[in-house]
C-alpha cells in the first residue's frame, strides 16, 4: 500500500509523512492514546477510536471468503458446531485482545480462554505446549501447513458463510483534530500510493519482500492479493455495509459499544 509513499513516486502535495513498522496491536493501543496522526488500526479497535478518528475511505484489509485461522497440533473436529465446544476447553493464543481476529473469534466461539501473544510467536507458543491453539494471522494464513499445524477453522470463511460478507479486519484512520481539507489531501495521497502499487504490483511485492518473514516471492505475492485489491482501494458499499454488520453483530453480544457511528474521510 505504502510503496508509492515510501519510494516517492507520488506527489505528497508537500506532506511529509514518517513511516513506522509495528504491529497491530501496538497500533491499536498507540490509536487509543491518540499518539499517532495517520494509523493502520483493526476494525474492532475502530469501535473505541470514534471520538479521535475517522475512517479513511482507502487502505482496508478485507478477508472476503477467508481471514484469521484456528490452527493446532492436534486432530481438530470438523463439524463446526463441535470445533464451538471443542475451543470451550482450550487455550487460544491472540495476536492481540482489540484485533479483529480476536473479536471474530469471541463472536463465533463465546467466551473462551485466550492469552496474547505477539503475532509471530504464535507458532512456538502453541509448538512449546503454552496455548493448545493459535489465532494466526498475516502469512501464518499460508505457512501453517507447512509449520506442521492443521487448520481448527478459517474465521473469513466462516463470517462469509454466515453473512454474505467480507470479514472487515483493518482500516486506516486520521486525527479528526486535523483540519478537513488536510484529511482529504491525505486521503487522496494514500489511495494514489495504493493505486500505484496496484499498477506496479511487481516492484511493490520486491518492496515488500523484506518484511515477508519466511514467505518467498510468490507466496509473498498471494499473500498481499488476498488483502490489497478493489477494497483497499475504496471499501465500497459492500465493505461499508460489512464493517456495520461486523461491529452491529459484536454490539449485540456486548463485545464492543452499541451504535458505533462510522465516519469516513470521503
Not at 469501535?47 to 486432530?75: F, I, N, Q, W
Request: with cysteine.
Amino acid at each position: 500500500m505504502f510503496y508509492a509513499l515510501a519510494q516517492q513516486k507520488i506527489d505528497t502535495r508537500g506532506h511529509r509523512f514518517e513511516h513506522i513498522l509495528q504491529d497491530i496491536e501496538t497500533l491499536n493501543q498507540r490509536a487509543l492514546r491518540g499518539e499517532l496522526h495517520i494509523s493502520a488500526v483493526s476494525i474492532h479497535a475502530y469501535a473505541y477510536l470514534t471520538d479521535k478518528y475517522a475512517l479513511l475511505s482507502c487502505g482496508a484489509s478485507m478477508g472476503d471468503g477467508y481471514g484469521p485461522m484456528l490452527v493446532t497440533l492436534e486432530e481438530p473436529p470438523s463439524d463446526r458446531q463441535e470445533v464451538k465446544k471443542w475451543l470451550q476447553s482450550k487455550r487460544i493464543a491472540v495476536p492481540g485482545e482489540k484485533t479483529s481476529a480476536y473479536l471474530a473469534l469471541r463472536i463465533f466461539a463465546g467466551d473462551v480462554a485466550t492469552m496474547t501473544i505477539p503475532f509471530d510467536q504464535i507458532f512456538s507458543t502453541v509448538r512449546e505446549g503454552k496455548a493448545d491453539v493459535g489465532l494466526i494471522i498475516h502469512e501464518g494464513q499460508i505457512t501453517y501447513a507447512r509449520e506442521g499445524f492443521h487448520l481448527v477453522l478459517d474465521l473469513g470463511d466462516w463470517w462469509k458463510s454466515s453473512t454474505g460478507l467480507p470479514l472487515p479486519l483493518g482500516g486506516n484512520v486520521i486525527r479528526k483534530d486535523i483540519p478537513e481539507k488536510i484529511q482529504k489531501e491525505v486521503s487522496d495521497i494514500l489511495k494514489e500510493s495504493i493505486d500505484y502499487g496496484l499498477r506496479h504490483r511487481s516492484a511493490g511485492v520486491e518492496h515488500s519482500m523484506p518484511l515477508a518473514r519466511g514467505l518467498d516471492r510468490d507466496q509473498a505475492d498471494r499473500f498481499i492479493g488476498m488483502y490489497v485489491n478493489d477494497f483497499t482501494v475504496d471499501y465500497g458499499p459492500v465493505g461499508r455495509k460489512a464493517i456495520r454488520a461486523f461491529l452491529a453483530d459484536a454490539a449485540q453480544h456486548g463485545f464492543v459499544p452499541k451504535n458505533v457511528e462510522l465516519e469516513f474521510v470521503e
